[in-house]
């Protein structure tokens, strides 16, 4: 049976299983019915002869004397001539108990008729004492012979020849041969048995119909339970461990001296957008095409894998050169970057790939896959829709990124993180209104790092709604502290409108600290409003019905789409510094702000202009109408300890016409920000 299987699919095995077994017992069947059915009629030709015997010992006159002297008298002739045909007997032939024959029974029509002779030889040429006769004589059983008739037309078709005793007194005198016709009695027997050989039959075979049916559907489980332990069951592309299995298969290969190979992490652009946005059976639609489409790419020895979410893995095999790997990278990035069509609507979702090739010095396949997803981080990181090899320069940029990942956690909550406020004031005046609380991290080894270092990664690893929760409460301290006129701005990044209770903690924080929500201005950027929008401005439509104020940060930098503007009804817009800083030098950026401070105000928005660094940028805002302004030049970003609350003073009152004071970062001149605040 293991050969069997060895050399057959199993299904061919098992099926051929069945059809022997099914012959087998067919042929069991046969041969029992043919033994029984041979064994009645022995019976009944025993039978009959017996009878026939019977009647011959009592009815037949001077058979003694026939079988003992030979002698056969004209009584005993006729006689015996009526014994020639009863019932199914058509002839008969009588010996005496050494087995000689004494008579055949169609010889009774003769003139002479046999009689006994002392060489035993009879007239039926039959030779010396016959063995069957000596045998029912003794005494053993009576000999029956079965007998199919070809030819004979004096014959029936089917007959039995039954040698029994005659007796006279319980002594053995002879032996009758009795030929018994048995034609009709077979035909008969042959019905009953062949019915009955039938259904035993079809019992058996639907048996085996049943049991096959059973082994069958038990198999294709098993198969079935084999093939998801390996595959993955949304795409049918193998799963991570049996990818795992694979690269180690090519990985000592190579190391025998095989081909080179590739693995590429492939990872959807924007994936989460349409899961957002269209639902999980949508996105899972989307993978599933994913999935076919990979598929038309590769090349046959190529293997692919789901890894898991919107992560998939390809491992290249026999790559003759990195231009290969890069062209079959182009191919899967074009592939996926068209349309899905999913219930009658139509995605977009591209893919990055990061790619690590076997001839890099990785240790093991894990060390690989780590290197492919180190590629794919920075493919990533640079713009969606690339791919990127690994590099080693790679590595370490990434193991820093975790270094600092680990530091953020452990300093959320310890003096390393402060706030710092930046001055706000009305461009009419110079009247100070409040401030912009901008968070500041003291890194115990590296110093201070600023807020684009540290705001994104804590983004990325999850840390932004611990951060920004702690932001926004000590704001909210801070600002009790502070006369009750002056505001305070806090910053909050898209991450923090995705889970949902942003609501919560502003009002947390403003509970815990008494602080009015009018004097609480939350700033977003537009960044914010581009992906579900629905979400956010309900969210905002909450925080603005508490009572804050809120502002939109950093304009003109981003998507710059007015359409946001009327989306939610903003208090403020922050045109960003890098307008700020062309004032005055640029007729189109004058003309640009310009429109936007007259917008803003048509729509019954203030306009907050940051990065002020020179009088004449603050001269060209005053003119253009601008409300506020925020700058180097009208106050750094100072600790809490050290903010006075005064009003700036107008360039008049300094004394110092049209100064320009040129400041890239404010976090490493503070020496002169305190010169400037
Ligand atoms: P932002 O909201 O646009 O903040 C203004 C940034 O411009 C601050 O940089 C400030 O120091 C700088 N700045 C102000 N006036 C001038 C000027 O006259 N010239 C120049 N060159 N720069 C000026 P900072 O503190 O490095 O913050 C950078 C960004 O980090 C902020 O931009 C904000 O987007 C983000 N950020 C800061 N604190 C937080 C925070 O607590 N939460 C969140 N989510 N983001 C924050
Ligand atoms: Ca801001
Ligand atoms: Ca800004």
Same mark, same amino acid.
């Given at each position: 049976?293991? %050969?069997?299987?060895?050399?057959? +699919?199993?299904?061919?095995?098992?099926?051929?299983?069945?059809?022997?077994?099914?012959?087998?017992?067919?042929?069991?069947?046969?041969?029992?019915?043919?033994?029984?059915?041979?064994?009645?009629?022995?019976?009944?030709?025993?039978?009959?002869?017996?009878?026939?015997?019977?009647?011959?010992?009592?009815?037949?006159?001077?058979?003694? *004397?026939?079988?003992?002297?030979?002698?056969?008298?004209?009584?005993?002739?006729?006689?015996?001539?009526?014994?020639?045909?009863?019932?199914?007997?058509?002839?008969?032939?009588?010996?005496? *108990?050494?087995?000689?024959?004494?008579?055949?029974?169609?010889?009774?029509?003769?003139?002479?008729?046999?009689? !006994?002779?002392?060489?035993?030889?009879?007239?039926?040429?039959?030779? $010396?004492?016959?063995?069957?006769?000596?045998?029912?004589?003794?005494?053993?059983?009576? /000999?029956?012979?079965?007998?199919?008739?070809?030819?004979?037309? =004096?014959?029936?078709?089917?007959?039995?020849?039954?040698?029994?005793?005659?007796?006279?007194?319980?002594?053995?005198?002879?032996?009758?041969?009795?030929?018994?016709?048995?034609?009709?009695?077979?035909?008969?027997?042959?019905?009953?048995?062949?019915?009955?050989? #039938?259904?035993?039959?079809?019992?058996?075979?639907?048996?085996?119909?049943?049991?096959?049916?059973?082994?069958?559907?038990?198999?294709?489980?098993?198969?079935?339970?084999?093939?998801? #332990?390996? $595959?993955?069951?949304?795409?049918?592309?193998?799963?991570?461990?049996?990818?795992? &299995?694979?690269? *180690?298969?090519?990985?000592?290969?190579?190391?025998?001296?095989?081909?080179?190979?590739?693995?590429?992490?492939?990872?959807?652009?924007?994936?989460?957008?349409?899961?957002?946005? /269209? @639902? $999980?059976? =949508?996105?899972?639609?989307?993978?599933?095409?994913?999935?076919?489409?990979?598929?038309?790419?590769?090349?046959?020895?190529?293997?692919?894998?789901?890894?898991? @979410?919107?992560?998939?893995?390809?491992?290249?095999?026999?790559?003759?050169?990195?231009?290969?790997?890069?062209?079959?990278?182009?191919?899967?990035?074009?592939?996926?970057?068209?349309?899905?069509?999913?219930?009658?609507?139509?995605?977009?979702?591209?893919?990055?790939?990061?790619?690590?090739?076997?001839?890099?010095? #990785?240790?093991?396949? &894990?060390?690989?896959? $780590?290197?492919?997803?180190?590629?794919?981080?920075?493919?990533?990181?640079?713009?969606?829709?690339?791919?990127?090899?690994?590099?080693?320069?790679?590595?370490?940029?990434?193991?820093?990124?975790?270094?600092?990942?680990?530091?953020? *956690?452990? =300093? %959320?909550?310890?003096?390393?993180?402060?706030?710092?406020?930046? +001055?706000?004031?009305?461009?009419?005046?110079?009247?100070?209104?409040?401030?912009?609380?901008?968070?500041?991290?003291?890194?115990?080894?590296?110093?201070?790092?600023?807020?684009?270092?540290? %705001?994104?990664?804590?983004?990325?690893?999850?840390?932004?709604?611990?951060?920004?929760?702690?932001?926004?409460?000590?704001?909210?301290?801070?600002?009790?502290?502070?006369?009750?006129?002056?505001?305070? =701005?806090?910053?909050?990044?898209?991450?923090?409108?995705?889970?949902?209770?942003?609501?919560?903690?502003?009002?947390?924080?403003?509970?815990?600290?008494?602080?009015?929500?009018?004097?609480?201005?939350?700033?977003?950027?537009?960044?914010?409003?581009?992906?579900?929008?629905?979400?956010?401005?309900?969210?905002?439509?909450?925080?603005?019905?508490?009572?804050?104020?809120?502002?939109?940060?950093?304009? @003109?930098? @981003?998507?710059?789409?007015?359409?946001?503007?009327?989306?939610?009804?903003?208090?403020?817009? !922050?045109?960003?510094? #890098?307008?700020?800083?062309?004032?005055?030098?640029?007729?189109?950026?004058?003309?640009?702000?310009?429109?936007?401070?007259?917008?803003?105000?048509?729509?019954?928005?203030?306009?907050?202009?940051?990065?002020?660094?020179?009088?004449?940028?603050?001269?060209?805002?005053?003119?253009?109408?601008?409300?506020?302004?925020?700058?180097?030049?009208?106050?750094?970003?100072?600790?809490?300890?050290?903010?006075? /609350?005064?009003?700036?003073?107008?360039? &008049?009152?300094?004394?110092?016409?049209?100064?320009?004071?040129?400041?890239?970062?404010?976090?490493?001149?503070?020496?002169?920000?305190?010169?400037?605040?």
């Amino acid at each position: 049976m293991s %050969i069997l299987n060895r050399l057959l +699919p199993k299904t061919l095995s098992s099926t051929l299983l069945f059809v022997v077994a099914a012959i087998g017992a067919a042929a069991a069947i046969v041969v029992a019915v043919q033994q029984a059915s041979e064994q009645l009629l022995r019976r009944d030709a025993e039978g009959t002869a017996l009878t026939w015997a019977h009647f011959a010992e009592s009815s037949v006159e001077g058979l003694q *004397r026939l079988l003992i002297d030979g002698e056969l008298g004209e009584s005993t002739r006729r006689d015996l001539v009526r014994f020639r045909k009863v019932q199914d007997v058509f002839r008969f032939k009588l010996f005496d *108990r050494e087995g000689r024959p004494v008579l055949v029974s169609d010889d009774l029509d003769g003139p002479a008729v046999v009689g !006994k002779t002392q060489s035993g030889a009879g007239p039926a040429g039959i030779g $010396h004492g016959d063995e069957r006769v000596k045998r029912v004589v003794l005494g053993g059983a009576n /000999h029956i012979e079965l007998h199919a008739n070809g030819h004979n037309p =004096a014959r029936p078709a089917r007959y039995s020849e039954a040698y029994v005793p005659l007796k006279r007194d319980g002594q053995v005198i002879g032996v009758a041969e009795v030929y018994v016709d048995q034609t009709e009695r077979q035909a008969r027997v042959r019905a009953a048995f062949g019915t009955v050989a #039938a259904v035993v039959f079809a019992l058996l075979a639907a048996f085996a119909v049943w049991g096959w049916r059973r082994l069958h559907s038990d198999r294709i489980v098993r198969e079935r339970m084999r093939y998801l #332990a390996r $595959h993955d069951a949304l795409s049918g592309l193998l799963n991570r461990t049996s990818f795992g &299995e694979a690269l *180690r298969e090519a990985a000592w290969r190579r190391s025998a001296g095989g081909p080179a190979f590739a693995v590429l992490c492939l990872d959807l652009d924007h994936f989460k957008d349409i899961n957002d946005a /269209h @639902g $999980h059976r =949508a996105g899972d639609e989307v993978l599933r095409q994913v999935g076919a489409r990979l598929q038309t790419v590769v090349q046959p020895g190529d293997r692919l894998c789901r890894l898991g @979410g919107d992560e998939f893995a390809i491992l290249q095999s026999g790559i003759g050169s990195v231009e290969a790997v890069s062209q079959l990278a182009s191919r899967l990035i074009a592939a996926l970057g068209a349309p899905y069509e999913v219930n009658n609507r139509t995605l977009h979702c591209g893919a990055s790939i990061g790619i690590a090739i076997s001839d890099n010095e #990785a240790k093991n396949v &894990e060390e690989l896959m $780590h290197q492919a997803d180190l590629a794919l981080y920075r493919a990533k990181s640079s713009g969606r829709g690339v791919f990127g090899f690994y590099d080693a320069e790679l590595d370490s940029q990434r193991e820093e990124r975790n270094r600092l990942a680990c530091d953020l *956690r452990q =300093a %959320i909550g310890t003096d390393q993180i402060t706030l710092h406020y930046q +001055p706000l004031f009305k461009a009419d005046g110079r009247q100070l209104i409040g401030y912009e609380a901008l968070v500041r991290w003291t890194h115990p080894t590296r110093g201070p790092l600023p807020p684009a270092q540290f %705001i994104p990664l804590a983004e990325e690893i999850g840390l932004i709604d611990a951060l920004g929760a702690w932001v926004l409460q000590e704001a909210c301290n801070a600002a009790t502290r502070w006369p009750s006129h002056l505001s305070v =701005a806090v910053n909050l990044s898209a991450a923090q409108f995705k889970h949902g209770d942003l609501v919560a903690v502003v009002a947390r924080s403003l509970d815990a600290s008494g602080l009015p929500a009018k004097r609480l201005q939350l700033e977003i950027t537009e960044s914010i409003l581009i992906c579900n929008t629905e979400q956010v401005v309900r969210t905002l439509e909450s925080l603005a019905q508490m009572g804050a104020r809120i502002a939109m940060d950093d304009f @003109g930098t @981003g998507y710059s789409s007015l359409a946001y503007l009327w989306r939610f009804p903003f208090d403020k817009l !922050k045109i960003d510094r #890098a307008f700020t800083q062309h004032l005055g030098n640029d007729d189109k950026v004058d003309v640009i702000v310009r429109s936007i401070i007259s917008l803003a105000h048509s729509l019954r928005i203030d306009v907050n202009a940051e990065g002020v660094e020179t009088e004449g940028q603050i001269d060209a805002l005053c003119e253009l109408g601008c409300d506020e302004l925020q700058g180097f030049l009208l106050g750094r970003p100072q600790p809490e300890a050290d903010l006075e /609350h005064r009003t700036n003073p107008s360039r &008049e009152a300094r004394g110092t016409p049209g100064r320009s004071i040129l400041v890239t970062d404010g976090l490493r001149s503070s020496t002169e920000a305190d010169t400037v605040g």
